[in-house]
T-cell receptor
Framework: DAMVIQNPRYQVTQFGKPVTLSCSQT?????MYWYQQKSSQAPKLLFHYYDKDFNNEADTPDNFQSRRPNTSFCFLDIRSPGLGDAAMYLC????????????????FGPGTRLTVT | KQEVTQIPAALSVPEGENLVLNCSFT??????LQWFRQDPGKGLTSLLL?????REQTSGRLNASLDKSSGRSTLYIAASQPGDSATYLC??????????FGPGTSLSVIP
């Protein structure tokens, strides 16, 4: 089945130790997103890629970086995690274009729960 | 700047009842409106997507409507079941590649 996959599902890292979260998709969608979601809050968009074009949100801290080496994979790098970065990180995809009735529909992965100790 | 709100924040209903969840957005110039379901500790599952040119979408016991002029969308759930218990989020698409999420409504269906 076509899907969005996130690994690992649970990640524990130490304060200040770099960590990378991964996302892959078999939907062949041209747009990929990274969201941060804290407990009982709405998902907050960090950045997204339209193909290889990177779009950073104005309030995303410099501590968060992303890479998209090809259509299928996208990575979230947290260079120096702080206690406030503990959250669920959600990857999503969507397509631009045909069919129009599905354009913009976002498909989410299961998320990676990050704990910072 | 687009803002999305959802009322109520939490809702508890007995099994079998029909219910309506509300979503409001401040800027009527939306691209689309999407409803999601989120179970505790899990990712989001897309339920229904309404494009800006559409008025409603239906899937099984779910019906979502969109009224851009009033800045509102509703999600109607018929004959609720305990398995419907989850948080329901709406998201207003500001373009084909960006959405703004509401805070969600936590639904509990009591057997």
């Amino acid at each position: 089945d076509a899907m969005v996959i996130q690994n690992p599902r649970y990640q524990v890292t130490q304060f200040g130790k770099p960590v990378t979260l991964s996302c892959s998709q078999t939907l062949n969608h041209n747009v990929m997103y990274w969201y941060q979601q804290k407990s009982s809050q709405a998902p907050k968009l960090l950045f997204h890629y339209y193909d290889k074009d990177f779009n950073n949100e104005a309030d995303t801290p410099d501590n968060f970086q992303s890479r998209r080496p090809n259509t299928s994979f996208c990575f979230l790098d947290i260079r120096s995690p702080g206690l406030g970065d503990a959250a669920m990180y959600l990857c999503a995809t969507s397509r631009d274009g045909f069919p129009a009735y599905q354009e913009g529909e976002q498909y989410f992965g299961p998320g990676t729960r990050l704990t910072v100790t | 700047k687009q803002e999305v709100t959802q009322i109520p924040a939490a809702l508890s209903v007995p099994e079998g009842e029909n219910l309506v969840l509300n979503c409001s957005f401040t800027d009527s110039a939306i691209y689309n409106l999407q409803w999601f379901r989120q179970d505790p500790g899990k990712g989001l599952t897309s339920l229904l997507l309404i494009q800006s040119s559409q008025r409603e979408q239906t899937s099984g016991r779910l019906n979502a409507s969109l009224d851009k002029s009033s800045g509102r969308s509703t999600l109607y759930i018929a004959a609720s079941q305990p398995g419907d218990s989850a948080t329901y989020l709406c998201a207003a698409g500001t373009s084909y590649d960006k959405v703004i999420f509401g805070p969600g409504t936590s639904l509990s269906v009591i057997p």
